[in-house]
DNA sequence: CCATCAATGTTAACGTCGTCAACATAAGGG
DNA sequence: CCCTTATGTTGACGACGTTAACATTGATGG
């Protein structure tokens, strides 16, 4: 690849400007990290790349698919946390409790970012398919875990992995964004709640948890 | 009180409007039910009432404190919906499910004035007084239908309410989320998930479940 | 080696938005 | 009846996203 000889090697602006688009992500990254979603301009981010303020036009198609190539960095970003944790914890019980509070972890440690990927900015209709890959590789993630756990015969076998998995998920997710909005203000409350989460998640999904239905039990089903 | 004896009897613009911040706040509610938070315009929104487009600043600080009015209003119904449930569902075992498929189901229904309450866009820091109470209010709604399960014997009887509570709220507003965001697309989808994770979290909850710690478990904190 | 072309970046401008200051009007009490 | 206060309007400003027209650079092929 001759075109990128120069770019490697010289990183003074080799080509018109280097790599811009990287640039842009990252700069964009950067300002949501520090200032959150509304601080981000196409204007300023431009400014602050000694770029000219509609130089983001020639990579990215709007603002919209610079927020989704964001939300995109988020999901890949936190699929690697999410397996990591998984594999350093030794793909047993306590890796999988592990992912879960990386997970969260992920959440709390970069709010705006995690908005930018759940908070509605990206369009719903016509997903767009990198998005939607990297999404589901994370999911993928937990639901390979769980499927492991449940061969290893300490996660309830007979349940559809899927659906375990979304149920974890949402849990997860839920904390998460009761975090980021600044519902668990008080210190260590993510911690405790992560904890007595995980706690009630397990005894509710593991093998040795009695299932059947509770002695008088009749109502469950959604009203 | 003669001022609204005028306003009542003859609804063509009484005062100067009438109840221009009720009015300001059923459109703005209506906008964002209709086509979303963005679609939102103080302009568009009193062209609508036939009014300018700063006579909001009247009765609002700013768009955001129209925000957080919608906000606001959203927690009250939210908490209505919840009680509803909660007593005509018979303070049972019964009505804790229809209590969580209600606030799923208000969720579902009201994507955009959800995403409005707990997407960002209320400020965090000093959270305005009027949406607190009412988002606390809604909250207290479950931790008592939680505290009463506890006194009847159904829920453990010893683990804190309040983090009980939490938890609860978090399985299912992450449930919430996911649906709007439109991660659970397909027909059904759901209520499956609602009500697995109802099932698994009542043989988590529940007095019958083993809460000791399973057998060889010894890994459970966050690592 | 150079001409051509596509890729990349710039400049100027437009329309929309939230917001403010100055002004207008109506309601109600002394 | 006038004066104060609440309420609504007009005009304007700066910032924003976006587009069109133009400029420049790198690469490619004869």
Same mark, same amino acid.
């Given at each position: ?15 018109? !400007? ?60 936190? !699929? ?15 890796? +999988? ?7 969260? !972890? +992920?959440? %709390?440690?970069?709010?705006? !970012?995690?908005?930018?990927? +759940? ?21 993928? =993630? ?5 499927? =492991?756990?449940?061969?290893? /015969?300490?996660?309830?076998? /007979? ?5 375990? #998995?979304?149920?974890?998920? #949402? ?8 975090? %980021? ?6 210190? /260590? ?26 002695? /008088? ?7």
């Amino acid at each position: 690849m001759p075109a990128n000889r120069n770019a490697a090697r010289k990183p003074r602006r080799p080509y018109h !400007h280097g790599n811009l688009r990287r640039a842009l992500l990252d700069e964009a990254l950067a300002t949501i990290r520090a200032d959150g979603v509304d601080a981000l301009t196409l204007r300023s981010i431009g400014e602050r790349l000694g770029v000219s303020r509609t130089a983001l036009y020639r990579h990215f198609a709007d603002k919209a698919a610079l927020l989704t190539a964001v939300a995109t960095e988020g999901f890949r970003a936190l !699929h690697e946390r999410l397996v990591a944790a998984w594999e350093e914890g030794g793909r047993g019980d306590a890796a +999988f409790s592990a992912m879960g509070v990386a997970y969260v !972890h +992920f959440a %709390v440690a970069n709010p705006s !970012h995690y908005r930018v990927m +759940f908070g509605g900015f990206v369009e719903r209709e016509p997903r767009d398919p990198e998005l939607t890959v990297e999404a589901e590789g994370a999911f993928k =993630a937990l639901v390979g875990a769980l499927a =492991a756990l449940q061969r290893a /015969g300490v996660m309830r076998s /007979g349940d559809d992995t899927l659906l375990m #998995a979304r149920h974890v998920w #949402a849990l997860v997710h839920g904390i998460a964004m009761l975090a %980021v909005d600044g519902q668990l203000r008080e210190p /260590g409350a993510v911690e405790t709640l992560m904890r007595y989460a995980f706690e009630r998640l397990r005894s509710g999904i593991a093998t040795d948890a009695r299932s059947q239905p509770a002695p /008088g039990d009749n109502s469950l089903s959604p009203a």
